[in-house]
């Protein structure tokens, strides 16, 4: 796995996230529970592009067809096989940003289908005996991303958006009750 470069086409314009190079060496066990972190701070943990795969990874996992955000529903899976994941801290994928593609057509398909992918990894994640703590402090971050971007495209007034701010508000509901 490696980290990219975006590539603006509107303005001719490279994004470069990366300042220093190095090299990370992640067992299994390692990465999901870095995961989560890994997830909010660099899309490449997360994305189907900018890795190379061992085949065998692919004998019982396959991208979902319908699926809006498929590497949701993937990436983890490809990780909970995985013996070792090399992350190199270095660009060695470029992407290109261009209105109208799959990347940037944030609408209520697209959050019900990120936010299934990532409840599934929690059911998965749980049943196979990992520590769910980060994935717990992630959820809500998740939440807040998804309301945020869905009220930035105008679906304020959608099934989707009502479904993020209920569960948003029951898992903060029962943060304050843990708390206490």
Not at 130 to 158: V, W
Not at 159 to 172: D, G, H, P, S, W
């Amino acid at each position: 796995m490696a980290h990219h470069v975006s590539f603006r086409g509107s303005d001719a314009t490279f994004l470069f996230y990366t300042k220093e190079y190095f090299e990370k060496v992640y067992t299994r066990q390692e990465m999901l529970a870095a995961y989560p972190k890994q997830r909010m701070l660099d899309g490449s943990f997360l994305t189907a592009w900018g890795k190379l795969y061992k085949r065998s990874l692919f004998d019982k996992v396959r991208y979902p067809v319908g699926r809006s955000a498929e590497d949701s529903f993937t990436t983890y899976k490809l990780y909970m096989q995985a013996q070792k994941i090399i992350y190199l801290n270095e660009p060695l994928y470029y992407y290109r940003l261009r209105a109208g593609s799959i990347s940037h057509v944030w609408n209520e398909k697209w959050f019900s289908d990120l936010l299934a992918g990532y409840e599934e990894q929690l059911a998965l994640t749980a049943t196979a005996g990992y520590d769910l703590t980060p994935y717990i402090e992630y959820y809500p971050f998740l939440l807040s991303y998804c309301r945020d971007s869905a009220a930035s495209q105008g679906l304020e007034n959608t099934e989707i958006y009502r479904q993020i701010e209920e569960k948003l508000a029951l898992v903060r509901l029962n943060e304050k009750n843990r708390d206490q």
